[in-house]
């Protein structure tokens, strides 16, 4: 690899040609370092899913906490009693959703009679 011609010597191609001298020694070497690889890709695979698990689980805690926002103001432009966010938090995602779908309803229709 140390005679490569300057136009060759990338990183790809580096990294290509150990792998071919990897594998070419014997099959033991070769199964060897196949396994290496499989074992690397196993933890690549583990922990871009746990990467993508924790991304899903922000996004719904942010979205909680946008529509526990929402319910407070609109609780507030009605002139209702504002919920505390402790017992907002104990609602689940799908009672806050109906819930903000139930103050944006009764806002559109005080607006829609002048009210």
Same mark, same amino acid.
Request: without cysteine.
């Given at each position: 690899?140390?005679?490569l011609?300057?136009?060759?010597?990338?990183?790809?191609?580096?990294?290509?040609?150990?792998?071919l001298?990897?594998?070419?020694?014997?099959?033991m070497?070769r199964? !060897?370092y196949?396994?290496?690889l &499989?074992?690397?890709?196993?933890?690549?695979t583990?922990?871009a899913? &746990?990467?993508?698990?924790?991304?899903?689980?922000?996004? &719904?805690r942010?979205?909680? &906490?946008? !529509?526990?926002?929402?319910?407070?103001?609109?609780?507030?432009?009605?002139?209702r009693?504002?919920?505390s966010?402790?017992?907002? !938090?104990?609602?689940?995602?799908?009672?806050l959703?109906d819930?903000?779908?139930?103050?944006?309803?009764?806002?559109?229709?005080?607006?829609?009679?002048?009210?």
């Amino acid at each position: 690899m140390d005679s490569l011609p300057h136009a060759l010597d990338v990183p790809e191609l580096r990294w290509a040609l150990g792998d071919l001298m990897m594998i070419s020694p014997s099959e033991m070497e070769r199964e !060897r370092y196949e396994s290496h690889l &499989k074992m690397q890709r196993d933890i690549y695979t583990a922990m871009a899913e &746990k990467l993508d698990e924790g991304r899903k689980q922000g996004l &719904k805690r942010g979205l909680a &906490k946008s !529509r526990r926002d929402d319910i407070r103001r609109l609780q507030e432009i009605s002139g209702r009693d504002v919920m505390s966010l402790d017992e907002l !938090r104990t609602l689940p995602p799908p009672e806050l959703e109906d819930l903000a779908a139930r103050l944006h309803a009764e806002l559109r229709a005080r607006l829609a009679n002048g009210s």
